[in-house]
């Protein structure tokens, strides 16, 4: 029992797809918790402009709001998004149109992701070449932002990052939905952690 086991992880570890997937998972995991870091950060920005607003109405020097609020929640929101993509792909929490599966299409399957992971794959790989060639562009440039002075390469850094994760994921799911491996790793997500 001990030596099927054993032989097991051996071909896990020889597996060059398991490998990648494992780099590509833990570099993933950390960009998703750097995206918790942001919803954190957007949820205590917006409460403190609440608390702000709320005190500017019997303090009448206090600033009714906070000056750059609102660009630092794009900013967060943005984050967030893009750096938790590539973990929601993997742990397959993403929403999929299975229009064609449910109309009969099931034994086409394979086909389909298949398909679908080629313009996935050419989407996203896209992406991360044009954010970044201009998060490139905004840090040669040194532009700013008007309201508070902030570089725009570093906001467009953590978008560029989070789609150049995405990308990866996807390229990974391309290549084992060609070699008729599991694309999808659902221990991952944090929805199947709340309901287990």
């Known amino acids: 029992m001990q030596n099927l086991s054993s032989s097991r992880d051996d071909a896990q570890v020889n597996n060059p797809l398991a490998v990648l997937y494992g780099l590509a998972d833990g570099i993933a995991l950390v960009a998703a918790f750097l995206a ?14 609440i608390t702000v607003a709320f005190f500017a109405r019997f303090v009448p020097s206090m600033p009714s709001g906070i000056h750059i609020g609102w660009e630092y929640s794009a900013y967060l929101m943005g984050g967030a998004f893009m750096l938790g993509a ?11 149109v299975e229009l064609l599966l449910r109309a009969g299409a099931r034994k086409y399957a394979r086909v ?12 996203t790989v ?7 060639q201009l998060t490139m562009r905004m840090f040669a440039s040194g532009e700013a932002s008007q309201d508070s002075f ?9 978008l ?27 221990e991952l997500g ?3 952690q709340i309901e287990g």
Not at 86 to 95: C, E, H, K, N, S
Not at 126 to 132: D, E, G, N, W, Y
Not at 163 to 182: E, G, K, N, T, Y
Request: glycine share 6%; charged share 10%; hydrophobic share 55%.
């Open 36 to 49: 918790a870091a942001c919803i954190l950060a957007l949820t205590g920005l917006i409460l403190t402009e």
């Open 86 to 96: 590539g973990m929601t792909l993997r742990a397959g929490q993403q929403i999929r």
């Open 112 to 123: 389909c992701e298949i398909a679908s992971c080629f313009v996935g794959t050419a989407t």
């Open 126 to 132: 896209f992406l991360a070449i044009t954010m970044s």
């Open 150 to 158: 902030t570089p725009l390469w570093m906001p467009q850094a953590a």
């Open 160 to 186: 560029t990052v989070g789609a150049i994760i995405l990308a990866i994921q996807m390229v990974l799911r391309l290549l084992a939905s060609l070699m008729d491996a599991p694309v999808e790793h659902p």
């Open 190 to 192: 944090a929805a199947t």
